[in-house]
């Protein structure tokens, strides 16, 4: 799965897998290497995050620094999902 960054022991990335038609734009956090049901986490139109679903169990004092480094690099995030992906689009 490509990398997107890391945060401290914890992966940010992109599942291939995104379904059809593509999801709208969001990454997965596990802690060291990319698992199927990653914490997912949308990015919203004005760079925000939402949580979908914190599938890695995350402790939620981590989660919300995860969120804050996410929504830091949202336009970096954007950017590599348009190069991966070719076409992007939010949640709201």
Do not use: D
């Not at 379904?19 to 760079?47: C, D, Q, R």
């Amino acid at each position: 799965m490509p990398q997107v960054f890391k945060i401290g022991g914890y992966l940010v990335y992109f599942w291939l897998n995104e379904g059809e038609p593509l999801e709208p734009v969001h990454v997965h956090v596990a802690e060291v290497t990319p698992v199927k049901n990653g914490t997912k986490i949308w990015i919203t139109k004005a760079g925000n995050t939402l949580l979908c679903h914190n599938g890695s169990e995350i402790p939620l004092n981590k989660l919300h620094v995860i969120m804050k480094v996410i929504e830091a690099r949202h336009k970096e995030i954007e950017n590599l999902w348009l190069k991966k992906f070719g076409t992007i689009s939010y949640y709201c």
